[in-house]
Nanobody, 124 residues
Framework: QVQLVESGGGLVQAGGALRLSCPASGRTISRTSVGWFRQAPGKDREFVAGVTWSGSNIDNADSVKGRFTISRDNAKNTVYLRMNSLKPEDTAVYYC?????????????????WGQGTQVTVSS
């Protein structure tokens, strides 16, 4: 089992920045791929960014390319999401998720472990 706990969310003005953290416990995630997802009220959960276990492969949703950066520190068993130039449409609950596969998947159904989420609110 893997336990994930997101932190770092909050209220920020448009154009601001936040860094989300997702430390894992219970089992190392050093050999798993990890993704960040978000879900706004009334909308489906959507893929934001993902990274393979080595950090060598990264995938970003078009909506966040050039603004968000995913990274991981396997020594700390933690994955991060740096979010710059935030927009009101980025407002959502952000979740990190881990799977047991070596590849990044954009579908949430491919992830076995989920955190409880952290709220990000961007005001205009």
């Amino acid at each position: 089992q893997v336990q994930l706990v997101e932190s770092g969310g909050g209220l920020v003005q448009a154009g601001g920045a936040l860094r989300l953290s997702c430390p894992a416990s219970g089992r190392t995630i050093s050999r798993t791929s990890v993704g960040w997802f978000r879900q706004a009220p009334g909308k489906d959960r959507e893929f934001v960014a993902g990274v393979t276990w080595s950090g060598s492969n990264i995938d970003n949703a078009d909506s966040v390319k050039g603004r968000f950066t995913i990274s991981r520190d396997n020594a700390k068993n933690t994955v991060y999401l740096r979010m710059n130039s935030l927009k009101p449409e980025d407002t959502a609950v952000y979740y990190c998720a881990a799977n047991t596969y070596p590849s990044i998947y954009r579908s949430p159904t491919n992830y076995d472990y989920w955190g409880q989420g952290t709220q990000v609110t961007v005001s205009s």
